[in-house]
């Protein structure tokens, strides 16, 4: 009798054994399902589309939505981020806080300057925008993005997955251009696509260089990295190409360790695969020109050491002289917000001189680059590698990458994604070395 009453308690139990693993299996496969869905409809997905807008709504494909897809995710974008800010009850980190204050110092002093600016139509949207589009760019970076782990890395891993989406569409577009012609993405430019491709290089390269623990890690870091260079090259713009190599470099900078106690100096581990990739680079490079193959990219470079250096290069090199003819004028409260392209051309309309501190000192004058300066210098005290940190050492370089293109191409207003970088470097302080 007692070995049946054992029996039957060990059936018993089998059973029970057997409906927790299969209700632990359930709840896995529930909580994975929401987390997906938690992931495809993300406050992260809806910035990341919102900060890119400008890139696929000229898209022919996508004629048929009614309405203005930048004003779009900008909307839901702020719907969803006020949530989430309401659910922490609006309780705020105080670095993220002045950091987002800094910025409206600035933007208050461009409204200020509409006062006297001489134009009207592209000053009053300059002044929208960074008090709107710009304004959220940073502010959803620094308030919300910038202070969650979780949300960082999901951003990061959106900004991939949407680069891997344009690096096939620039596939498939090369294949139908071929090597002469410029590629456009979604319909847009080539400069577009060069922007968010180069930004998701330096992400898979910092990863591969800092993060990855196994074979297959690296492979795939290593390989997205290869992948989005290789677009870089064949996209033609030079500005991406020349940011996105002078930002792969900065952890060279910090490579060297120095024990003024032991009198004994270092190389740190991490700079070694940058040679070794590097060098491989280099030899590609070679092994393209010799051949006769090199890509669009590369030949626009190659003009740049002609002696007319090509027609946009001097272009720009006009108009940067023109910008300090410009700021002469008014040197040090600037001539207003929008008053370069009138001041250029005597046209009311879009147009900036393809330098962000040029832009800046001819519209604001010296006052308003010292607000921006400052503003800017704040940020990077987040993120000085004093002590290597990898995380630091990510965003400055997405920080560099950013800036440096910025001395090439888009006005201040335009260019959300200097403002988003600069919105994450609170980072460096408040998560240290996660990832």
Not at 304 to 330: P, V
Request: glycine letters at 8%.
């Amino acid at each position: 009798m007692k070995i049946g009453y054992l029996d039957k308690e060990v059936t018993q139990l089998i059973d029970n054994a057997g409906e927790n693993l299969l209700l632990n299996k359930k709840n896995n496969y529930m909580h994975g399902s929401l987390r997906i869905l938690q992931d495809l409809f993300s406050f992260e997905i809806l910035f990341v589309l919102f900060i890119f807008a400008g890139l696929y709504k000229a898209d022919p494909r996508l004629t048929w939505v009614p309405i203005d897809l930048t004003a779009l995710f900008f909307g839901l974008s702020v719907i969803a981020g006020f949530f989430i800010l309401a659910r922490k009850g609006f309780i705020l980190k105080r670095k993220s806080m002045e950091l987002v204050l800094l910025y409206m110092v600035f933007a208050g002093y461009a409204l200020l300057t509409y006062l006297w600016t001489p134009g009207k139509v592209y000053s009053t949207h300059k002044v929208l925008y960074l008090w709107t589009l710009t304004f959220w760019a940073l502010a959803a970076s620094a308030l919300i993005i910038s202070t969650d782990f979780k949300r960082f890395k999901r951003l990061g891993q959106v900004f991939i997955i949407f680069s891997v989406i344009v690096s096939i569409e620039a596939i498939i577009q090369y294949h139908q251009v071929g090597q002469a012609g410029f590629i456009k993405v979604f319909g847009s430019n080539y400069l577009g696509f060069g922007r968010v491709v180069g930004l998701s290089f330096i992400l898979a390269f910092c990863y591969f260089i800092f993060w990855s623990q196994n074979f297959v890690e690296k492979s795939i870091s290593i390989g997205l990295a290869g992948l989005f260079f290789w677009i870089l090259l064949i996209g033609g713009g030079r500005g991406p190409l020349i940011a996105a190599i002078i930002a792969a470099m900065i952890p060279v900078c910090f490579a060297l360790r120095i024990d003024f106690v032991n009198k004994t100096l270092s190389i740190r581990k991490y700079v070694y695969p940058i040679i070794i990739i590097s060098i491989i680079v280099v030899i590609g490079f070679i092994g393209l020109y010799d051949s006769g193959q090199i890509t669009l990219t590369m030949k626009r470079l190659l003009v740049l050491t002609s002696d007319g250096m090509g027609n946009s290069a001097a272009a720009r090199i006009h108009f940067y002289h023109n910008s300090i003819e410009y700021w002469k004028q008014s040197p040090l409260i600037g001539n207003g917000i929008g008053s370069w392209p009138i001041l250029n051309k005597g046209i009311d309309a879009r147009g900036y001189p393809h330098n962000l501190i040029l832009e800046i000192l001819v519209e604001l004058g010296i006052v308003g680059l010292m607000i921006f300066m400052g503003f800017f210098s704040y940020a990077m005290l987040f993120i000085i590698p004093k002590k290597k940190n990898p995380m630091q050492m990510l965003l400055l370089m997405l920080i560099v990458y950013v800036f440096v293109r910025s001395m090439f191409s888009g006005d201040v207003s335009e260019n959300r994604l200097l403002f988003c970088c600069i919105g994450l470097m609170p980072a460096g302080l408040i998560m240290g070395d996660k990832l």
